[in-house]
């Protein structure tokens, strides 16, 4: 069984619910499932209609023969019938069984008792255990608080989500992450439609019946192979939908009157029309949410309304990454396959917006958390590039990057910087390498490179909260996640030993927490490229 996690994301402290509810169906949640997949269920029933029509026209055309049989069946079922009739019931092998008198009840039945205790008139039995008074804790009880013990989620607990693909079944794992305890395990998963492709963590409820509106809530939206984007509620158990869809699927009155029709692959301003690569929520502005897409353009999302507030054509290729600025809140970065980085204002969608360029493809942009006139740009070529904002280029060739670092020999899949230690980065690649990195005013140096034994990396992620800040959630193409906790090198030690406490003493032992997986053939030959090629055990420092 081959499986793969495509990317992932943390949820930070406090936003998880301690005990999350179960998934309640009622009428009015049936109501809004109808709703949602009206088209479906149109389409479904046409085509239901369409083969019974034609099954009745290939009836029709072969009704006599149908005719001649069902007359022969006729004939045969009244001989049979007749021969039931004929049935002797005083034949000698029948008597023995008294088959006239075999349902009648028997009054006056001959033997003993079958009472556990002979001399016991009768044992009092109550229909349902609530009315029995010696039966004191109701059904089911024990269950419920077995179940709620074990959907527990701690304050101080990570939520930590991957979006995963086991052979042709797509869904997203929610894990539990215990620091103290050294402890990661699935507390539940959602399934999904496609192959996911980017997940975005949520603050704010959507399309949540009882609450409001700017309320503290812990969803999530996931962008797939589909046009669509779902909206899903953590804090629900075992969902069968999501709570909203942006796009065209989400809007069933509108796709009712396309029935019959093919969806539309002309890019648009009311959804996408293809895969959707990035996702980005704007903290600030927490009804916000920007989506990039295959289609080539960029959109921007009113989560209140589950609209499409504006659309964006900034690039001539697939737009693959997004990323808000931390100060000013409007102000969106996107990199894209055109091997352009834009940074747009989105209140100014006709102004023309500064752009870099790069020798490859884009995979992912960030900007600086600690400086906001920088950001930085990971290719396919495995390079960093690290820009000013302050000196965009007049045109995309003329770009000249403060400094620029090839960090790997293969793609640079991933990249993530620290929010809370100043110089400290990681990146993944397909050359199944994790490295981190001090950089310093002259420069980025690598720590330490490590293989994790992950596959191929394509997720690199440092928990959001300040007491878990070294920790790393790394993922890959064989399915497993792993939380490094990169402050037990002791390459990074040394680093950054201003920012380790120093309460440990002697030697101190590398922690590296994962979850048990099953033994499967998933990329078996990936393994032995993998031997050939690379220690597992491997580690460079400086």
Same mark, same amino acid.
């Given at each position: 069984?081959?499986?793969?996690?495509?990317?992932?994301? #943390?949820?930070?402290?406090?936003?998880?619910?301690?005990?999350?509810?179960? *998934?309640?169906?009622?009428?009015?949640?049936?109501?809004?499932?109808?709703?949602?997949?009206?088209?479906?269920?149109?389409?479904?029933?046409?085509?239901?209609?369409?083969?019974?029509?034609?099954?009745?026209?290939?009836?029709?055309?072969?009704?006599?023969?149908?005719?001649? %049989?069902?007359?022969?069946?006729?004939?045969?079922?009244?001989?049979?019938?007749?021969?039931?009739? =004929?049935?002797?019931?005083?034949? =000698?092998?029948? $008597?023995?069984?008294?088959?006239?008198?075999?349902?009648?009840?028997?009054? =006056?039945?001959?033997?003993?008792?079958?009472?556990?205790?002979?001399?016991?008139?009768?044992?009092?039995?109550?229909?349902?255990?609530?009315?029995?008074?010696?039966?004191?804790?109701?059904?089911?009880?024990?269950?419920?608080?077995?179940?709620?013990?074990?959907?527990?989620?701690?304050?101080?607990?990570?939520?930590?989500?991957?979006?995963? +693909?086991?052979?042709?079944?797509?869904?997203?794992? +929610?894990? +539990? *992450?215990?620091?103290?305890?050294?402890?990661?395990?699935?507390?539940?998963?959602?399934?999904?439609?496609?192959? !996911?492709?980017?997940?975005?963590?949520?603050?704010?409820?959507? &399309?949540?019946?009882?609450?409001?509106?700017?309320?503290?809530?812990?969803?999530?939206?996931?962008?797939?192979? @589909? !046009?669509?984007? /779902?909206?899903?509620?953590?804090?629900?158990?075992?969902?069968?939908?999501?709570?909203?869809?942006?796009?065209?699927?989400?809007?069933?009155?509108?796709?009712?009157?396309? $029935?019959?029709?093919?969806? &539309?692959?002309?890019?648009?301003?009311?959804?996408?029309?293809?895969?959707?690569?990035?996702?980005?929520?704007?903290?600030?502005?927490?009804?916000?949410?920007?989506?990039?897409?295959?289609?080539?353009?960029?959109?921007?999302?009113?989560?209140?309304?589950?609209?499409?507030?504006?659309?964006?054509?900034?690039?001539?290729?697939?737009?693959?990454?997004?990323?808000?600025?931390?100060?000013?809140?409007? +102000?969106?970065?996107?990199?894209?396959?055109?091997?352009?980085?834009?940074?747009?204002?989105?209140?100014?969608?006709?102004?023309?917006?500064?752009?870099?360029?790069?020798?490859?493809?884009?995979?992912?942009?960030? #900007?600086?958390?600690?400086?906001?006139?920088?950001?930085?740009?990971?290719?396919?070529?495995?390079?960093?590039?690290?820009?000013?904002?302050?000196?965009?280029?007049?045109?995309?060739?003329?770009?000249?990057?403060?400094?620029?670092?090839?960090?790997?020999?293969?793609?640079?899949?991933?990249?993530?910087?620290?929010?809370?230690? !100043?110089? *400290?980065?990681?990146?993944?690649?397909?050359?199944?390498?994790?490295?981190? #990195?001090?950089?310093?005013?002259?420069?980025?140096?690598?720590?330490?490179?490590?293989?994790? @034994?992950?596959? $191929?990396?394509?997720?690199?992620?440092?928990?959001? =909260?300040?007491?878990?800040?070294?920790?790393?959630?790394?993922?890959?193409?064989?399915?497993?996640?792993?939380?490094?906790?990169?402050?037990?090198?002791?390459?990074?030690?040394?680093?950054?030993?201003?920012?380790? %406490?120093?309460?440990?003493?002697?030697?101190?032992?590398?922690?590296?927490?994962?979850? /048990?997986?099953?033994?499967?053939?998933?990329?078996?030959?990936?393994?032995?490229?993998?031997?050939?090629?690379?220690?597992?055990?491997?580690?460079?420092?400086?």
């Amino acid at each position: 069984m081959s499986s793969m996690v495509t990317t992932s994301a #943390w949820v930070p402290r406090g936003f998880a619910a301690p005990f999350p509810a179960k *998934y309640d169906f009622d009428e009015s949640e049936f109501d809004r499932i109808a709703s949602l997949a009206q088209l479906r269920l149109d389409d479904a029933n046409e085509e239901l209609e369409e083969a019974q029509e034609e099954e009745n026209g290939v009836d029709h055309a072969n009704g006599t023969s149908k005719e001649k %049989s069902s007359s022969g069946s006729g004939a045969k079922t009244t001989t049979q019938d007749d021969e039931a009739e =004929d049935v002797d019931l005083d034949d =000698d092998d029948l $008597k023995k069984y008294d088959l006239e008198h075999y349902d009648d009840d028997e009054e =006056d039945a001959e033997g003993q008792r079958m009472d556990m205790f002979g001399n016991i008139g009768s044992l009092a039995y109550y229909e349902s255990n609530k009315e029995d008074p010696y039966i004191t804790i109701p059904d089911g009880e024990d269950d419920e608080d077995e179940d709620r013990e074990e959907l527990q989620i701690l304050a101080t607990d990570n939520l930590l989500l991957a979006a995963k +693909v086991e052979d042709e079944l797509a869904h997203l794992e +929610v894990y +539990v *992450y215990e620091d103290e305890a050294d402890n990661l395990y699935v507390h539940h998963d959602i399934m999904l439609p496609a192959i !996911p492709l980017c997940v975005e963590w949520l603050d704010l409820p959507v &399309s949540k019946n009882n609450v409001e509106k700017d309320s503290v809530a812990n969803f999530v939206a996931i962008g797939s192979m @589909d !046009p669509d984007i /779902e909206v899903w509620d953590l804090d629900t158990v075992d969902c069968m939908y999501p709570n909203a869809i942006l796009g065209q699927g989400g809007n069933p009155q509108e796709e009712g009157k396309k $029935k019959k029709k093919k969806k &539309s692959k002309k890019a648009n301003d009311d959804y996408h029309v293809d895969a959707v690569l990035s996702l980005a929520a704007n903290r600030k502005h927490r009804n916000l949410l920007a989506s990039a897409s295959a289609d080539k353009t960029v959109k921007l999302w009113d989560l209140h309304t589950t609209k499409c507030a504006k659309s964006y054509s900034y690039h001539t290729d697939k737009v693959c990454s997004l990323a808000w600025h931390s100060v000013e809140s409007t +102000v969106l970065l996107s990199g894209s396959y055109d091997r352009t980085i834009v940074a747009a204002d989105m209140r100014a969608p006709e102004a023309n917006a500064p752009r870099w360029g790069v020798e490859s493809d884009v995979e992912n942009v960030r #900007w600086d958390p600690h400086d906001p006139n920088f950001f930085y740009v990971s290719t396919e070529n495995g390079i960093i590039h690290y820009h000013d904002i302050r000196n965009a280029p007049p045109n995309p060739s003329a770009s000249k990057p403060v400094w620029t670092l090839q960090a790997h020999d293969e793609s640079l899949s991933s990249f993530d910087i620290n929010q809370h230690i !100043p110089g *400290y980065m990681a990146t993944g690649s397909t050359d199944r390498t994790v490295k981190l #990195w001090n950089i310093q005013p002259t420069g980025p140096a690598m720590v330490v490179a490590r293989n994790l @034994d992950v596959g $191929k990396v394509f997720s690199t992620n440092f928990a959001p =909260d300040a007491e878990v800040a070294f920790r790393l959630a790394v993922a890959g193409s064989k399915g497993t996640m792993h939380v490094w906790d990169t402050s037990t090198n002791a390459a990074v030690r040394q680093a950054f030993a201003h920012k380790i %406490s120093n309460n440990t003493e002697g030697e101190v032992q590398e922690r590296l927490i994962g979850v /048990e997986e099953d033994q499967s053939s998933s990329d078996e030959d990936e393994d032995e490229e993998e031997g050939e090629n690379d220690d597992p055990e491997s580690m460079d420092e400086d």
